[in-house]
């Protein structure tokens, strides 16, 4: 199970964490434990052998030391491959990490069976076979636990491999070789895996932060003779970015464009769905410090980041929820008590991920009940104007409100490339018509149905999008 958890946070920064990647990685380890099954079963009653049940242990050891270093090669091999299916590719990544070790780690239970019921009376056999079901389970239960609750908090990727793997050669020495022996092989990987630990907390400030959601990745670089610190998810997907010398500075065009078109003296509430490395509060203290906002962050880790590395204050005019943010509009709009003049939505980090429950016309009909009777709604989506995932998303947008407004940010003359589209349709149907970027009035290259919540295929054409 710590496999299966981790194998997610593998594969998303590549392909994204949609139910197509759940699906795949629980359809090839089931097949694969299912192979396992029935051919240790036939092994354990040619050669029941704990010697042996050992080295398959040990193999699958070794495969996910392999894999820890490995992984995101294979990854990029896949994607350079030509194929362009995601089913494919998810089904493709899954099994070349996890078909060998889950194979491996099946023959467990059919040998020790097998090993247990070697001269008992057929009485014996249902009883052995429940107790080792039974704890298979138990165990389950307690990797599903440590690995979505503790370890992926407060680990890296790779030193959980490395843990997993570590676990893995400790029980084979206890089945190969002698108690003492195995015991003093446990002290040597322990102390083995604190080194690993502290290695890791002490490169923590300079590059990688694991957190309950996201793998961040903290760098800097030169630009126009300044410092920029930037804040990655996974496979160097920006999340934002600030000046070092002046951090209350707008370091983003489509930032600029949203402060500059829609944020003034009138602006006395705002709603800011996704956090980032909190760019705007940041601003917003500096220009107008009287302005309330509420940010909605579903990573504590990430809030956390922008508190150690990007200057993030508390001030009593900001206020942070750590939330889903589709649970949390959800319980506005049901509570019926807030207004805001702004709700600014920055929630998909990349063209690969879109959470659907964040892009469907229920969704956007919860947030206009959010709105005063003149706010604006502003929507920022990171794809292409001519994609399937635009047109499904405006179609959204556009059924829950009216005049919605679309400026392509970065290349305002090309609808293919990937950049920052800005939605913006204001409550009561009115806007204004002085936009530092020109609005896109021409037509859409698809017309595809509003995305619900019962049919929303953002894995699909994302995909298409990004292909």
Same mark, same amino acid.
């Given at each position: 199970?710590?496999?299966?958890?981790?194998?997610?946070?593998?594969?998303?920064?590549?392909?994204?964490?949609?139910?197509?990647?759940?699906?795949?990685?629980?359809?090839?380890?089931?097949?694969?434990? @299912?192979?396992?099954?029935?051919?240790?079963?036939?092994?354990?009653?040619?050669?029941?052998s704990?010697?042996?049940?050992a080295?398959?242990?040990?193999?699958? @050891?070794?495969?996910?030391?392999?894999?820890?270093?490995?992984?995101?090669?294979l990854?990029?091999?896949?994607?350079?491959?030509?194929i362009?299916?995601?089913?494919?590719? =998810?089904?493709?990544?899954?099994?070349?990490?996890?078909?060998? &070790?889950?194979?491996?780690?099946?023959?467990?239970?059919?040998?020790i069976?097998k090993?247990?019921?070697?001269d008992?009376?057929?009485?014996?056999?249902?009883?052995?076979?429940?107790?080792?079901?039974?704890? =298979?389970?138990?165990?389950s239960?307690?990797?599903?636990?440590?690995?979505?609750?503790?370890? /992926?908090?407060?680990?890296?990727?790779?030193v959980?491999?490395?843990?997993?793997a #570590?676990?893995?050669?400790i029980?084979?020495?206890?089945?190969?070789?002698?108690?003492?022996?195995?015991?003093? #092989?446990?002290? %040597?990987?322990?102390?083995?895996?604190?080194?690993?630990?502290?290695?890791q907390?002490?490169?923590?400030?300079?590059?990688?932060?694991?957190?309950?959601?996201?793998?961040?990745?903290?760098?800097?670089?030169?630009?126009?003779?300044?410092?920029?610190?930037?804040?990655?998810?996974?496979?160097?997907?920006?999340?934002?970015?600030?000046?070092?010398?002046?951090?209350?500075?707008?370091?983003?065009?489509?930032?600029?464009?949203?402060?500059?078109?829609?944020?003034?003296?009138?602006?006395?509430?705002?709603?800011?769905?996704?956090g980032?490395?909190y760019? #705007?509060p940041?601003?917003?203290?500096?220009?107008? &410090?009287?302005?309330?906002?509420?940010?909605?962050?579903?990573?504590?880790?990430?809030?956390?980041?922008?508190?150690?590395?990007?200057?993030?204050?508390?001030?009593?005019?900001?206020?942070?929820?750590?939330?889903?943010a589709?649970?949390?509009?959800?319980?506005?709009?049901?509570?019926?008590t807030?207004?805001?003049?702004?709700?600014f939505?920055d929630?998909?980090?990349?063209?690969?991920?879109? &959470?659907?429950?964040?892009?469907?016309?229920?969704?956007?009909?919860? /947030?206009?009940?959010?709105?005063?009777?003149?706010?604006v709604?502003?929507?920022?989506?990171?794809?292409?104007?001519?994609?399937?995932?635009?047109?499904?998303?405006?179609?959204?947008?556009q059924? @829950?409100?009216?005049? /919605?407004?679309?400026?392509?940010?970065?290349?305002?003359?090309?609808?293919?490339?990937?950049?920052?589209?800005?939605?913006? %349709?204001?409550? =009561?149907?009115?806007?204004?018509?002085?936009?530092?970027?020109?609005?896109y009035?021409?037509?859409?290259?698809?017309?595809?149905?509003?995305?619900?919540?019962?049919?929303a295929p953002?894995?699909?054409?994302?995909?298409?999008?990004?292909?």
């Amino acid at each position: 199970m710590v496999l299966e958890l981790v194998g997610a946070r593998m594969i998303a920064p590549f392909l994204g964490a949609s139910i197509i990647v759940w699906t795949s990685l629980i359809g090839i380890i089931m097949a694969s434990l @299912a192979a396992g099954y029935y051919a240790g079963g036939r092994i354990a009653d040619v050669k029941p052998s704990l010697k042996l049940l050992a080295a398959f242990i040990a193999g699958a @050891a070794l495969w996910v030391v392999l894999l820890a270093f490995i992984e995101k090669a294979l990854l990029r091999i896949l994607l350079t491959s030509g194929i362009n299916n995601i089913y494919v590719l =998810s089904i493709l990544a899954a099994f070349l990490f996890f078909a060998i &070790p889950s194979f491996l780690l099946a023959t467990v239970s059919p040998f020790i069976i097998k090993i247990f019921t070697t001269d008992k009376s057929d009485a014996g056999i249902g009883g052995i076979a429940g107790r080792v079901s039974a704890y =298979s389970t138990i165990g389950s239960i307690i990797g599903t636990f440590l690995g979505g609750f503790i370890l /992926v908090s407060f680990f890296s990727v790779t030193v959980i491999l490395l843990f997993t793997a #570590l676990v893995l050669f400790i029980a084979a020495a206890f089945l190969f070789t002698t108690k003492l022996k195995a015991a003093s #092989l446990c002290l %040597v990987v322990f102390a083995a895996f604190a080194g690993l630990y502290n290695l890791q907390k002490s490169q923590i400030p300079n590059q990688a932060i694991e957190t309950m959601y996201n793998s961040l990745f903290i760098a800097e670089y030169a630009e126009d003779g300044r410092r920029v610190r930037a804040l990655y998810t996974d496979s160097e997907k920006l999340q934002g970015r600030m000046f070092v010398d002046n951090p209350s500075e707008m370091a983003g065009e489509y930032l600029n464009f949203i402060a500059d078109t829609y944020i003034n003296n009138d602006t006395k509430s705002i709603l800011m769905l996704g956090g980032g490395v909190y760019v #705007l509060p940041r601003w917003l203290a500096v220009e107008y &410090p009287d302005t309330n906002i509420d940010i909605v962050e579903i990573d504590p880790g990430i809030t956390q980041a922008a508190r150690d590395f990007f200057y993030l204050t508390d001030r009593p005019s900001q206020r942070i929820f750590h939330e889903d943010a589709r649970y949390f509009v959800n319980r506005l709009a049901l509570e019926g008590t807030k207004n805001y003049d702004l709700i600014f939505q920055d929630t998909y980090g990349s063209p690969l991920n879109v &959470p659907f429950q964040l892009a469907t016309v229920e969704y956007f009909r919860k /947030v206009k009940t959010l709105l005063s009777s003149d706010g604006v709604f502003i929507l920022n989506f990171i794809g292409s104007l001519n994609s399937k995932m635009f047109a499904g998303l405006h179609s959204a947008v556009q059924e @829950a409100f009216t005049d /919605v407004k679309v400026f392509l940010v970065n290349e305002p003359d090309n609808t293919e490339t990937l950049q920052n589209i800005i939605l913006a %349709v204001y409550n =009561s149907g009115y806007g204004h018509d002085n936009y530092p970027i020109p609005e896109y009035r021409g037509a859409f290259l698809h017309e595809i149905a509003a995305f619900t919540d019962r049919f929303a295929p953002v894995e699909r054409y994302t995909l298409d999008m990004v292909r």
